[in-house]
């Protein structure tokens, strides 16, 4: 809970870049994402911003992603994670932790 952010003195914020664009889409799915402009057809690779189901997707994944940290040292939301610590040691050390889950999840 919250409760657990009030002995915490060291914070450190994320943002992932393109979050949507990391999550590549089923290849059954790319034709549902199709549209069409002057320089032709179109159709998207990677979850594309205003799906109806992007956000809910998307956070689903962060959730999977940060699963074991999550309210011991992380939060997320979307594509921002918090990381906090009471110590300036363990903020270093939470601090890897988050970052290679990040990594290992491809």
């Not at 159709?43 to 997707?57: C, D, E, I, K, S």
Request: charged share 20%; hydrophobic share 40%.
């Amino acid at each position: 809970t919250l409760d657990q952010l009030q002995h915490a003195k060291y914070f450190s914020s994320m943002d992932l870049r393109s979050g949507f664009w990391q999550i590549e889409l089923d290849p059954t799915s790319r034709d549902k994402t199709a549209f069409i402009s002057h320089a032709g057809l179109f159709r998207f690779r990677v979850m594309p911003f205003g799906l109806t189901n992007a956000p809910a997707t998307f956070q689903r994944l962060m959730d999977l992603v940060l699963s074991g940290l999550k309210w011991s040292c992380a939060l997320v939301y979307l594509d921002d994670i918090i990381v906090y610590s009471t110590s300036f040691d363990d903020h270093l050390y939470h601090l890897e932790l988050v970052l290679q889950q990040i990594q290992q999840s491809g």
